[in-house]
């Protein structure tokens, strides 16, 4: 079975800004890769490059098999990308906007309507999803993108720092979904996150980004055990020099 | 006085004055606009005062008396003037052959009997009086039309005060289209058309101006919404997302248009209810409204127009990174549409300066307007010249839309101003 994602040698250069430089990694069907690092790491660069926003400047990355260059369409068939900090639009209902969503995958009515009733019941928003999405708390804007990135149940789910703006009984809710997803229904999911102690508990795998380069990879307990760190924190903190 | 009102009145026109697109909209454009279309106008004026001078006037001299000939020299001071003799039967087909033959706008008629009258009103009854025949040939062209209408006014006046108050009178007729329209002033005429044709130009300028308004927001929204990511990841063609975006804002700037033009009719139809039914021209009958054929030229034009205003506006607004931004790099456009809108109201193209035509030409903004004059006067090709421009350069916007649609360009583009610097520092944290 080919990888869920396969970057090679990605290099990102925006004018004389290096974003990427030579990154690598794999992620396996049915995990939870974590993309970890500071702000301007290339964390972001690197999932839009994924999810076919951006064109690589050097290097090749495959989801699925599918070269996000050359196959951009196909790949886009696959995937569901939650950006950091993303909107719905102000005059939909949340109702509405989970419905004009799911029109983009859906191959009939009743599938139509599986997708937005299990992604109403992601959000918990309950009767608030009647409401126009201008009047919805982050949190609640969040809950209902993260239900949109899951409801398609796509082979690869992107989510950009995917409990952004969530309170904590919230971002374990959300966790706890996107859990639950990859273990009944076998998404793949690639997240960023700046918060380590939080995808020490959600992801199989991480890889550490610092300054556009992967500066350790590996499942979370056996890089504590391997640097000797009580966390990811501190595991990136000797990775980079700073302990 | 307020506390801290000095210092945020500071800070405030800091920040206005140093935002580049804000010095450029709302002051280098507006300073560079109406000086443009001032010269316009006054070399419009200019050119049409020499025009007059130099206008050529066939005089069918039907008398052949002596205060005929005192006219005739007395015109012959003012204009270049042609005779011709004994022309009794002034029919359409005479009046084209003898404007063709001479080369010329404008004929007065001296009817037989003219130096009688005159001489009895010196002599015997001062009730008695002399008429001419004024015929100016319409060509809808502008303001400044009436020029010529005018130039019998004063010859008329100065005969007059030098012989007898009212001694000559005018009775004067407009050649539409080949055909005399007996009766018809050719100035109030042009009065009457200037009024009708200043509609349009701003119902298109006020539409083309909120279409772009939309188009642009419509793509800036998203980007400052930030759902503009999530929509280029869709499993879609991202031309339709394109094509989405300006059927959208066709449909919406549609029915503003239409919601303008109903309520500028009932402002119109309110005001011309208040001219006495006398001297009312019903320019329908003159054949001065456009055919079946000329509307529907009409309606393409604007709507390729359209099209292509709002293909710019998504493009430009690929350039900004929220809707303000859209807005005022939409408002950079705004010049090229006022302009020709402006001028055109007044103007006839063929009055300017070839170089300046070729401006106003190349212009897509211009041909609505452009084409809402030649269809009345039942002139076809110019109007379908401008559609097929229009569509061409449609076509190459709309691949350039495309183009920037099917790229990372839609994310990445931004218009540089000064402040590189600062942007590019912006742009490391984003990573």
Redesign the interface.
């Known amino acids: 079975m080919s990888l869920a994602v396969e970057a090679v040698n990605v290099v990102k250069v925006f004018g004389d800004i290096h974003a990427l430089n030579k990154l690598s990694f794999k992620v396996k069907p049915s995990e939870i890769f974590g993309l970890i690092g500071p702000n301007g790491a290339g964390k972001t660069t690197a999932l839009r490059i994924v999810s076919t926003l951006l064109l690589p400047t050097s290097g090749t990355v495959r989801v699925f098999g599918l070269d996000v260059v050359e196959e951009a369409a196909e790949v886009r068939k696959i995937i569901t990308y939650l950006p950091e900090e993303a909107g719905a639009y102000r005059h939909l209902s949340g109702w509405e906007y989970l419905e004009f969503m799911a029109k983009f995958n859906a191959k009939d009515e009743s599938e139509l309507r599986r997708m937005v009733e299990e992604a109403a019941e992601i959000t918990g928003l309950g009767e608030r999803l009647k409401d126009k999405t201008k009047g919805y708390s982050k949190g609640m804007k969040r809950r209902l993108l993260v239900a949109r990135a899951l409801m398609t149940r796509p082979k690869l789910a992107v989510l950009d720092e995917p409990t952004s703006g969530l309170d904590v009984l919230h971002a374990f809710h959300v966790r706890e979904i996107i859990k639950r997803y990859v273990k009944e229904h076998g998404v793949t999911v690639l997240l960023s996150s700046h918060n380590m102690l939080e995808v020490e508990h959600l992801c199989d795998r991480v890889a550490l980004l610092n300054k556009g380069k992967i500066v350790a990879e590996g499942n979370p307990k056996e890089l504590k055990e391997k640097f000797d760190s009580a966390n990811l924190e501190e595991v990136f903190a000797k990775v980079v020099g700073l302990a | 006085m307020l506390k801290g009102f000095f210092n945020i009145l500071i800070k405030e026109l800091k920040e206005l004055v140093r935002d580049p697109k804000i010095l450029l909209g709302m002051i280098i454009v507006p300073l560079i606009i109406f000086p443009v279309l001032g010269g316009i106008m006054s070399y419009s004026v200019q050119t049409a005062q020499e025009q007059a001078q130099k206008a050529t006037v066939l005089v069918i001299d039907n008398d052949g008396g002596k205060w005929s000939q005192e006219f005739v020299n007395l015109l012959n001071s003012t204009a270049k003037v042609y005779v011709e003799k004994n022309v009794t039967s002034l029919t359409d087909e005479v009046v084209q052959q003898l404007l063709s033959h001479y080369n010329t706008t404008q004929i007065i008629e001296i009817p037989k009997g003219f130096s009688e009258n005159v001489t009895q009103h010196l002599n015997v009854n001062s009730t008695i009086t002399a008429t001419l025949k004024f015929y100016g040939v319409f060509t809808g062209s502008g303001i400044f039309e009436g020029i010529g209408a005018s130039l019998i006014d004063n010859l008329v006046h100065q005969f007059n005060r030098i012989q007898a108050p009212d001694i000559v009178l005018t009775e004067k007729s407009s050649i539409i289209k080949g055909e005399i329209k007996q009766g018809v002033d050719p100035a109030s005429l042009s009065g009457l058309m200037m009024s009708q044709s200043i509609a349009l130009p701003i119902t298109i300028m006020i539409l083309l101006q909120v279409a772009m308004q939309i188009a642009a927001t419509s793509v800036a929204m998203e980007k400052e919404?930030?759902?503009l990511?999530?929509l280029?990841?869709?499993?879609?063609d991202r031309f339709a997302i394109l094509m989405g975006k300006l059927s959208g804002s066709i449909i919406v700037a549609a029915v503003g248009a239409l919601a303008f033009m109903i309520g500028y009719n009932y402002m119109l139809f309110s005001f011309t209810m208040q001219i006495p039914a006398e001297i009312s021209v019903d320019l329908a009958s003159l054949g001065l409204v456009p055919s079946l054929f000329g509307y529907l030229l009409l309606g393409i034009s604007l709507f390729v127009t359209l099209i292509s205003a709002l293909a710019l506006a998504v493009i430009i607004s690929a350039f900004a990174e929220d809707v303000r931004g859209a807005q005022s790099l939409v408002g950079y456009i705004y010049p090229v549409i006022f302009i020709p809108a402006l001028a055109l109201m007044y103007l006839d193209i063929s009055s300017l300066p070839f170089a300046l035509q070729m401006v106003f030409y190349a212009i897509p903004y211009s041909h609505p307007i452009i084409a809402s004059k030649a269809v009345i006067m039942g002139d076809y090709w110019t109007a379908i010249f401008g559609i097929v421009y229009v569509a061409v350069f449609t076509i190459v916007l709309m691949y350039a839309a495309s183009r920037l649609f099917a790229?990372?360009k839609i994310?990445?583009a931004k218009l540089k101003f000064k402040g590189l610097r600062r942007r590019?520092k912006k742009?490391?944290?984003?990573?």
Do not use: A, I
Not at chain 2, 232 to 236: F, I, K, V
């Open positions: 919404e930030k759902t990511e999530t280029l990841t869709l499993p879609m790229t990372e994310l990445t590019r742009t490391e944290e984003e990573f």
